[in-house]
DNA sequence: TAGATTGTTAATCGATTAACAATC
DNA sequence: TAGATTGTTAATCGATTAACAATC
């Protein structure tokens, strides 16, 4: 039964359950039946269903497939689509901003900046803006989103433009830890942590 | 003084480290010093140091900047260069081969595959194949590691195919968890996760 | 009733943090 | 010596897993 606070971790495997939920074609699936395909412990997936379900479990039957997607639904956002802008658009930025798939995440990219443009252009529909424009794009649009997709180097400072100007929440792909205000979330895409791992392991 | 494991978050901090390491001029850098540039607590800093440099820190003045970069590239392998392929060259597979950065890391994509390629051809200097030649091209030149950047629907099969020519690490862009045999690492790099908790943190 | 599945309470595990003695 | 910093041992915290009673 839907508790008020869900751990990192659950919200992790959300995305996967909702998938996993929206091809299967049962009336009711069961923790079991979940775990069992991602490789999960069971218990595990009982109780992150537990802490997200509107409508308890029940016993022989498991959970209602389409009340559970609904929840899952709500709380990940989707269907209410979150607004967010882009700062850098290099070859990364460009990858995000042309994804498809966000769309059905509810994320929806309304703008790009970059240094190196200087007026107004657009990019598959999406337009492009100089730096100068950040805050007021921002501002108007009351956008809590920035992805930042700068280098290292610039990372900092281009978060600091986009918490001054009111954005909530940053996912930030430079290789570096960015400091914010403490209301403020900051996800980090490291692609050297994932290849620290990665090395390591083939290394042994 | 240098353990045999390394815990995941040990393993994902150390590229900072290595950053900062790289960029200070002083002889000597302390846990102290490094926790507060990071924000991270102390100790924590003092345990990861202290498990992977082969020289002890010394009281009073902290860690040989030199020694300890040279500990840390040799265990995240950089200098050692890994080879990687990437199978779907679509926006984000381009990016990523696209992107000068991973030389630094000690990694070089030297091959893509795509279902759309029919012949040979090449991007940046990197050669595109069909997929047919995939087992070839990674048993011939011994690569380990493989990159997914196909849609979700066909990364099983492609995981599959890469293990089945003799590939020893994963990584998975695509948003599924895969299904690999015990001694195959797989590092998921899943948006919809990233998603997941910023899209939480944004409805509160 | 028997059996599958739920939800809950307790045990385990891994990582972080606190406390503190050792050292230069 | 005093003080900064180390390394180590114990306490805490969060997440996972085990054990088990409740239910349809």
Redesign the interface.
Known sequence: MASNS?S?QT??R???YL?YLREVETENVSSTVIAAE??LHEVQVRKDLASVSKLAGRPRKGFDTQSLIRDIEE????G?V?EAVIVGVG??G??LA??A??GK???RIVAGFDTRITQEESLNEMPLYPMEELESVISERKI??GIITVD?ANAQAVCDQLVAAGI??V?NFA???L?VPEDI?V?N???????????????K
Not at 75 to 78: A, D, F, K, M, V
Not at 191 to 197: D, G, R, S, T
């Open positions: 869900l990192f919200l992790q959300l995305p996967y998938d991602f490789g709380i990940l956002g989707y209410h979150d070859h990364l460009m990858a042309n994804y798939g966000f995440y509810g994320l809590r989103l290292g909530k929440a996912w290789p570096v830890i400091q979330i996800q895409e490291n692609m050297a942590c994932a290849l620290a791992i990665l090395s390591h392991h083939l290394r």
